[in-house]
């Protein structure tokens, strides 16, 4: 649906108005929402998740009492204090927070006088109608995050299989482990605060193998000096692991995650920088019961994609938002931040949401809102960092050689590297939409969330996108913004549809 379709889905003029809607309560959206309201407007948030904080500030249940002294987080302090100021707008009644509800579609009301969007909201865990099934807004902020990229490795379907990011939201969310004894692998600095999460935890991490040489880092390490605190987090986890004895392994991959029913071990090879394994260097892992993978991330892009927003693929191979100053898209009255920008971090996310927050609060209520000096600077230290560790954390080449016909690709669908090849070879299948309409990849519960990626670029005949290795990048692109494009951005129960005019 196109950011200037003007049909009613369903009527808009008793729905509440909003001078600003965020969506999302992770570190950018609750930096927006405070923002927003400290401007003078009046907010609604709208998050999936029960209680503030998305992914990196993910934490105990406050709706069960468990309090959280913030043992597995960095910045709980910076928190708290955001969560004090979001907090302090409910009380006040200038932020109007729908926790637990998703925002399943999103379009810009060209009808009125000035642009202004409509969202429709569901609830996100379970059936029934929102209280509030549409509310509009003079300017949205869309604050969606990300979630963790996937590689299929042979094997990877076994139960004890889990994202990294998994891994670590189930202890931050619960305090207890779902294993005893990891392997994490994958590729970036993520690595490593899930390996250390679960040794807090009291869990064991048999290794972490990252498929980078960090080679990469030594041309750009005057980008890792411009943000200090990476530094001083790194050596956190660098103790942790010497205390727990935790193997780092770089350049290093899993080539099959073994076991009958359940993840028992893993094999691993070293790799050169083409990709290709050093032979004899192949080793088996054995006595786990559980592996974490990562990829970098994934960002949620569906409702930008719905309102029609400028994309662009980012050094990483990740579709992003395009922004200009202020975190203002392409579509005039929205504003990006956070993740859906391109991947950078928390602090990075949270500085994006302030400006957004405080810009959609100007333009909204007709004040002029503008970046001091320093928060300039700060955004460009925070973006060079983040596109060295991208640069220097690639998708490794050859990770597409090391899988096998009857490896699964799509989990959902179970469909297999076989079958996509088939699709490709015989059936001229080069883009996701038509291997998904030809063999189902893509087509169930995750929509593609979690194989597009990976079905993108085996569709586009390539291994790898994005940063240096990117021989089909234009190709893969068509094909990742054909995978973000969903008319549904989340699961809604068919109530929600039918209740449309
Ligand atoms: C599982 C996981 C763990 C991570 N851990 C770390 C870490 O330890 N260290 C680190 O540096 N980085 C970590 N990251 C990266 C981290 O997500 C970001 O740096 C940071 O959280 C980004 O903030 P954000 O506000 O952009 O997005 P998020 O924190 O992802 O917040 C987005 C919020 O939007 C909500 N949302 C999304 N779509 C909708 C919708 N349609 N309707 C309503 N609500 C919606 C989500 O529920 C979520 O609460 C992690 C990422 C993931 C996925």
């Not at 429709?120 to 949205?140: D, F, K, N």
């Not at 305090?175 to 999460?197: D, E, H, Q, S, Y």
């Not at 559980?290 to 693929?313: C, D, I, S």
Request: proline share 5%.
């Amino acid at each position: 649906m196109s950011g200037a379709e003007t049909s009613e889905l369903r009527s808009t003029a008793a729905a509440p108005r909003f001078d600003v809607a965020v969506v999302g309560a992770g570190p950018a959206g609750l930096a927006a929402a405070a923002a927003a309201a400290a401007g003078g407007a009046r907010v609604a948030v709208i998050d999936s998740a029960e209680q503030p904080g998305g992914q990196y500030w993910r934490h105990r249940s406050e709706a069960a009492g468990v309090t959280d002294g913030g043992e597995y987080h960095h910045g709980w302090r910076e928190y708290l204090s955001l969560r004090a100021r979001f907090d302090a707008g409910i009380a006040a009644g200038t932020i109007h927070y729908f926790a637990s509800t998703s925002v399943w579609m999103a379009r810009a009301l060209s009808t009125l006088p000035e642009t202004s969007f409509a969202l429709e909201l569901a609830p996100a865990h379970g059936g029934g109608r929102s209280a509030v099934p549409t509310l509009r807004a003079t300017t949205l902020v869309l604050a969606t995050g990300g979630y963790d990229r996937q590689l299929p490795v042979p094997g990877w379907q076994l139960p004890g299989v889990m994202a990294a990011g998994g891994i670590q939201a189930f202890v931050k969310q619960n305090g207890m482990l779902p294993g005893k004894r990891f392997v994490i692998a994958g590729t970036g600095p993520f690595l490593l605060p899930v390996a250390a999460n679960i040794t807090q935890a009291g869990g064991s991490v048999a290794a972490v193998l990252e498929s980078a040489s960090l080679m990469g880092w030594i041309p750009r390490a005057h980008r890792a000096a411009g943000v200090p605190s990476k530094a001083l987090e790194g050596a956190g986890y660098v103790a942790a692991f010497v205390k727990h004895r935790v193997p780092y392994r770089i350049r290093t991959v899993i080539t099959e995650i073994l076991g009958p029913d359940h993840v028992t071990g893993v094999r691993t090879a070293k790799v050169r920088a083409d990709g290709s394994i050093l032979s004899g260097s192949e080793r088996e892992i054995t006595g786990v019961d559980g592996v974490g993978l990562g990829w970098g991330f994934t960002p949620q892009l569906e409702l930008p994609v719905q309102l029609g927003v400028q994309t662009r693929v980012d050094v990483d191979g990740s579709l992003v938002g395009v922004v200009a100053e202020a975190g203002r898209s392409s579509v005039a009255g929205l504003f990006l931040a956070g993740e859906v920008t391109g991947v950078g971090g928390a602090p990075l996310s949270v500085l994006e949401g302030e400006i957004a927050g405080r810009a959609a609060a100007g333009d909204a209520t007709g004040t002029t809102a503008s970046l001091t000096g320093a928060e300039r600077r700060t955004l460009a230290r925070n973006r060079s960092f983040a596109e060295a560790m991208h640069l220097a954390h690639p998708v490794p080449a050859g990770w597409a050689d090391r899988l096998t016909p009857d490896t699964t690709v799509c989990r959902c669908e179970e469909v297999t590297v076989g079958e996509i090849g088939h699709a490709h070879d015989d059936l001229a299948a080069h883009d996701l939409r038509t291997e998904k309409g030809l063999t189902r990849a893509g087509m169930g519960w995750c929509q593609g969330r979690v194989c597009g990626f990976a079905v993108s670029c085996l569709s586009a005949g390539a291994g790898a996108v994005g940063g240096e290795a990117m021989p089909s990048a234009g190709d893969a692109a068509v094909s990742l913004a054909q995978s973000a494009k969903r008319p549904l951005a989340q699961p809604l129960p068919l109530s929600a549809l039918r209740n449309l005019d």
